[in-house]
């Protein structure tokens, strides 16, 4: 039920679902009162959702942006960080996802890299589906990023005795950014809507958040 809801209106559920599902085969006392917890909230706020709104002007470019975020080391288990992100179009979330990633990072700088290399695929994605519906993607596409190494290691092609060891296939960020396609910029954490896609927060902080991702129906 939880995967159904996050997968089709409920982004703000993503975290939480993304840790329950590690123990799906082996849950205990502990994992069924968290399980609860998070129904509990679902329940509570049915009013709220996604809202889309459509455009008059056929001709207009869509606006594209997104956001991304990591967990440095965020499984104790396993010392796998966690990968969150959403794409907004038109202001309205269209893409959204919690994960491990896949293969241990040595940095917060590198985490926050690879996961920045993620969205990137989506919004490349997300672009080639609005040409083939014949709809044009206002460029660049701006990414949020509240880590100014990833965003350094992005944009330069110099790399230090850290970052020499990252894959390549992270890199083909910058191509892209050469290209004009995509933009990163700086967002502080407390701005930076995927913060709550990648580690559990405070019910204030994630009420603030929240609000950016999803309407009350009422609205």
């Not at 407390?190 to 609205?219: A, G, M, P, V």
Request: aromatic share 8%; glycine share 4%; net charge negative.
């Amino acid at each position: 039920m939880l995967l159904y809801l996050v997968r089709h209106s409920r982004p703000d559920l993503s975290n939480g679902t993304c840790v329950l599902s590690k123990v799906m085969d082996k849950a205990m006392e502990g994992h069924m009162k968290e399980l609860n917890r998070v129904i509990k909230y679902a329940l509570d706020t049915q009013s709220i959702g996604l809202k889309l709104k459509p455009e008059d002007n056929d001709n207009k470019q869509w606006e594209l942006k997104a956001c991304s975020d990591a967990d440095f080391a965020g499984d104790k288990e396993t010392r796998i960080s966690v990968t969150g992100y959403v794409v907004y179009s038109m202001n309205v979330p269209v893409c959204w996802r919690s994960h491990g990633q896949k293969s241990v990072t040595l940095s917060t700088t590198e985490a926050e890299y690879v996961a920045c290399s993620e969205v990137v695929k989506e919004v490349l994605f997300i672009i080639h589906l609005l040409r083939h519906l014949q709809v044009k993607a206002q460029l660049p596409i701006c990414v949020h990023v509240d880590n100014i190494g990833a965003i350094f290691l992005a944009e330069n092609q110099n790399s230090s005795d850290r970052t020499k060891h990252v894959d390549t296939r992270y890199h083909f960020v910058r191509q892209y950014i050469g290209d004009g396609a995509v933009l990163i910029e700086f967002v502080s954490s407390c701005d930076n809507d995927s913060d709550i896609f990648r580690k559990n927060k405070t019910s204030e902080i994630h009420h603030q958040h929240s609000e950016k991702l999803i309407w009350t129906k009422e609205e």
